[in-house]
T-cell receptor, first 115, second 113 residues
Framework: DTGVSQDPRHKITKRGQNVTFRCDPISEHNRLYWYRQTLGQGPEFLTYFQNEAQLEKSRLLSDRFSAERPKGSFSTLEIQRTEQGDSAMYLC?????????????FGSGTRLTVV | SQKIEQNSEALNIQEGKTATLTCNYTNYSPAYLQWYRQDPGRGPVFLLLIRENEKEKRKERLKVTFDTTLKQSLFHITASQPADSATYLCAFILTGGGNKLTFGTGTQLKVEL
């Protein structure tokens, strides 16, 4: 297992287009998290799944954002009608349910640029 | 309002010295505190975890302290090396918070020869 994989690494899109990112977590981890990070800031929580259930969504996650985790394996994050303010690094992390006793494993992120 | 503050100014130190990074918080009662390292263009990498009832944790050249009275965590790297240059993030997990991490803004460390 090579850790958490995210695809693509970079995405440039025109304002108004839809984009979709994929995250493949560590296979034994049942919790999956999405974060967003802008330059000079720490990652901000967006949403998380336990298995296939989406258990919490941040206020940051507007109606244009949707995340899925079918079958409790990989996850996708879709942004519809992208805006320039969506430009950021989108990070995925996974953990065991007992996560607080262990670190979270992050992927390398998808850097989105909206032009 | 809840705040997690890390020094936004970069910390420059000489190789071999001890680097000390600070994480202060207000209006939080974190159950766990974690420290991560982040290199440019990469995701954070977990370093250390400390629980609210622990005062200090060590791992090789790393040491973390957690003072719930001062509402502060200190992160130390002893015998620092240029390879330690990175941004270091503190993150909280709140009791009953779904185990999601709440991050500080990070402090950039540069270790010079």
């Amino acid at each position: 297992d090579t850790g958490v994989s995210q695809d693509p690494r970079h995405k440039i899109t025109k304002r108004g287009q839809n984009v979709t990112f994929r995250c493949d977590p560590i296979s034994e981890h049942n919790r999956l998290y999405w974060y967003r990070q802008t330059l000079g800031q720490g990652p901000e929580f967006l949403t998380y799944f336990q298995n296939e259930a989406q258990l919490e969504k941040s206020r940051l996650l507007s109606d244009r954002f949707s995340a899925e985790r079918p079958k409790g394996s990989f996850s996708t994050l879709e942004i519809q009608r992208t805006e320039q303010g969506d430009s950021a690094m989108y990070l995925c992390a996974s953990s065991f349910r007992q996560g607080p006793n262990y670190g979270y494993t992050f992927g390398s992120g998808t850097r989105l640029t909206v032009v | 309002s809840q705040k997690i503050e890390q020094n936004s100014e970069a910390l420059n130190i000489q190789e071999g010295k001890t680097a000390t990074l600070t994480c202060n918080y207000t209006n939080y009662s974190p159950a766990y505190l974690q420290w991560y390292r982040q290199d440019p263009g990469r995701g954070p990498v977990f370093l250390l975890l400390i629980r609210e009832n622990e005062k200090e944790k060590r791992k090789e050249r790393l040491k973390v302290t957690f003072d719930t009275t001062l509402k502060q965590s200190l992160f130390h790297i002893t015998a620092s090396q240029p390879a330690d240059s990175a941004t270091y993030l503190c993150a909280f997990i709140l009791t009953g918070g779904g185990n999601k991490l709440t991050f500080g803004t990070g402090t950039q460390l540069k270790v010079e020869l």
